[in-house]
């Protein structure tokens, strides 16, 4: 039989959805912002539109700087995704001492702070000329994405059993057939789980973005601060709700396959 | 059946830092032979068997196959068959795709990658199980797969390690059974690695016993156990009982506790004045008190169903274990704190240095 709860217990829980309600709700304002009948930012007056919605997909600036950064986020995350991995299983083979001073190094662009991160983006780009070019931000997202995803691999294969690269190789598989079919498909959900990461880290990165873009490279988040300085257009609202809505399909998508994951394990 | 698979393992040592894992370890392998490295934890039979697999790097020492030398070649080109402890299963792939994998590996068409598979998992009777991932399997059948993975590339020689430490006594006995028929079946040559004494003794063609990195003696399970070299082994390979003991200056004989020994022409003694006389519990009588030159009080008993236990502390002092037959539970056996006679069969007793 379950105990009632205890006029405590009851208090906690409430304020628990108090305080989960303060973190979500302010972010969730957007949404119904996207739909309103006016020509400012406010909640819909006397009934909803498709108005600003249509502006988003319509407007050349929105639609491009759209398709720009999924593809900026597409690609960062694949090669955070590589390398993360690969470094994930160099450190397996590295000699644990070693490996932990190694390992803060990597973590590093998780420690800087990211107004500081863009200012050396900044000053290191100019000489090389890859201020406002996509390289440059794949580049800047992709370091930013490697951490995230070598921290979820290194746990996956905290688990891994030396003794099955050992049984490949016995059979006669090579070091790169191992990697290939042995220790990257025992890492892949840690892989994928640290991708997520990675690509909402680019999807909605926009302070690196302020230091190293301006004209020619227009990712969305750039385009909302742009749109929130310059004019108050609820376009900017909608672009938001979009952006929210990738952001929660991913993780939810990401929470289905660790579920079907969990579900093959027991 | 072929004749390849001859195993020649010359002068092997290997150190970490200062410890010592092998030193100097001779051994060979005849073409469908059973070889077991039985030994201590720590004694270097693993290390051994690693040192074979290409796994471990050895400081010294030759490791040849058929001739030729395989010192120096990385483990996937020794072709060898590996079954490890805890079976080392692919856990992302089934059952059928494990025991296809060394298959890929070689390039063979996928159609005769099917029918190879299908053969090694009738063999080891886990046809109905291929599609299964390893983790819905029981570790016995866990331990089936593994063998059929290691073998359906047909390795001239067969590396086992601890491979049925982890399942229960009777589980283990059923694939003591399969693993003999297996061998006996392939012709292929087993290299068996275990801290089991019983297991290697039921399975084996020759025993190799380590202690410290170095084997102490090598032959048949039988030679073993009727002949032990050492201390070590005659402890280890079997229960004993050791007396001291001493040469007689004047005639030809081992005085100890027992009395005096008459060792005859012939009998090869170890060197040296002080020596121990080893005795299998199973060769001890119990008998009247002073009935034989050995005396003493019974201390403990036990039944163990086909046996009973009978602890025996000497006036000397010593406490000797005897074996007698269990025919109806303690009958015939004698109370605690009675004072008994141990009969000692002459045949029975071993010579060991001390």
């Known amino acids: ?266 | 059946m072929t004749s390849v698979g001859h195993l020649t393992v010359t002068n092997l040592r290997k150190r970490y830092g200062h410890a010592v894992a092998l030193d100097n370890v001779n051994f060979s392998l005849a073409p469908g032979e059973f070889l077991t490295l039985l030994g201590p934890s720590g004694s270097g039979k693993t290390t051994t068997l690693m040192a074979v697999a290409g796994f471990v790097q050895v400081d010294a020492g030759s490791i040849s196959l058929d001739g030729r030398d395989l010192t120096r070649l990385p483990p996937e080109r020794r072709e060898f068959g590996i079954v490890f402890q805890g079976y080392a299963l692919f856990p992302h792939m089934t059952v059928a795709e494990n025991v296809a994998f060394p298959l890929q590996v070689r390039g063979v068409s996928s159609a005769e990658r099917q029918s190879r598979v299908r053969a090694a998992l009738d063999r080891v009777k886990l046809s109905s199980f291929a599609d299964r991932k390893p983790r819905q399997l029981s570790g016995g059948q866990q331990q089936r797969v593994a063998l059929a993975r290691a073998l359906v590339y047909e390795p001239r020689l067969l590396l086992l390690d601890e491979p049925l430490s982890a399942l229960d006594r009777k589980l283990r006995a059923e694939l003591q059974w399969e693993l003999r028929t297996l061998h006996r079946d392939l012709g292929v040559s087993f290299l068996y690695v275990t801290h089991d004494q019983e297991e290697a003794l039921t399975m084996s063609d020759r025993v190799a016993v380590f202690d410290k990195g170095s084997i102490v003696q090598c032959g048949t399970p039988d030679s073993l156990f009727e002949r032990p070299a050492t201390r070590f082994v005659a402890d280890f390979f079997g229960k004993s009982n050791f007396f001291p003991a001493r040469m007689s200056s004047t005639s030809q004989s081992v005085e100890w506790e027992g009395g005096k020994l008459d060792y005859g022409t012939g009998a090869s003694l170890p060197s040296g004045d002080q020596l121990t006389v080893s005795v299998r519990p199973h060769r001890l009588t119990l008998v009247k008190a002073d009935a034989a030159p050995l005396n003493g009080v019974v201390t403990q008993r036990s039944y163990a169903g086909t046996v009973v236990h009978c602890l025996v502390r000497t006036h000397g002092g010593t406490d000797v274990l005897v074996e007698s037959p269990a025919l109806r539970g303690y009958s015939g056996i004698p109370d605690m704190g009675e004072t008994v006679g141990i009969h000692v069969d002459r045949d029975a007793v071993i010579f060991l240095p001390q």
């Open chain 1, 1 to 266: 039989m379950r105990a009632r709860p205890s006029g405590w217990l009851l208090a906690a829980r409430i304020a628990a959805f108090g305080v989960l309600a303060f973190l979500i709700l302010p972010a969730f304002i957007v949404v119904p912002v996207s739909f309103t009948d006016t020509d400012y930012l406010s909640l819909p007056q006397d009934h909803l539109s498709l108005s600003h919605w249509q502006t988003l997909f319509q407007t050349p600036m929105w639609r491009n700087s759209l398709v720009q950064s999924f593809a900026v986020a597409v690609a960062s995350t694949l090669l955070s995704a590589l390398f993360g991995s690969l470094a994930a299983v160099g450190f397996m083979r590295m000699k644990p001492s070693m490996a932990a001073k190694l390992r803060l190094v990597l973590l590093l662009p998780l420690i800087v702070p990211t107004i500081v991160a863009g200012l050396a983006w900044y000053w290191v780009y100019i000489p090389l000329r890859l201020l406002d070019t996509y390289f440059g931000v794949i580049l800047a997202h992709t370091v930013a994405g490697i951490p995230l995803v070598f921290v979820t691999a290194s746990s996956a294969l905290a688990a891994f059993d030396p003794r099955l690269e050992q049984a490949a190789r016995s059979m006669g598989a090579g070091q790169v057939r191992v990697l290939r079919q042995v220790i990257l498909p025992f890492a892949m959900p840690g892989i994928l789980s640290g991708a997520v990461f990675a690509f909402i880290a680019s999807w909605d990165e926009v302070v690196v973005l302020l230091f190293i873009t301006s004209r020619n490279v227009y990712l969305l988040p750039r385009a909302i601060w742009d749109g929130i300085n310059d004019n108050v257009d609820p376009a900017v609202a909608a672009a938001a709700t979009l952006m929210i809505s990738v952001t929660v399909g991913i993780l939810l998508l990401q929470q289905l396959l660790s579920r079907r994951e969990n579900g093959k394990a027991s």
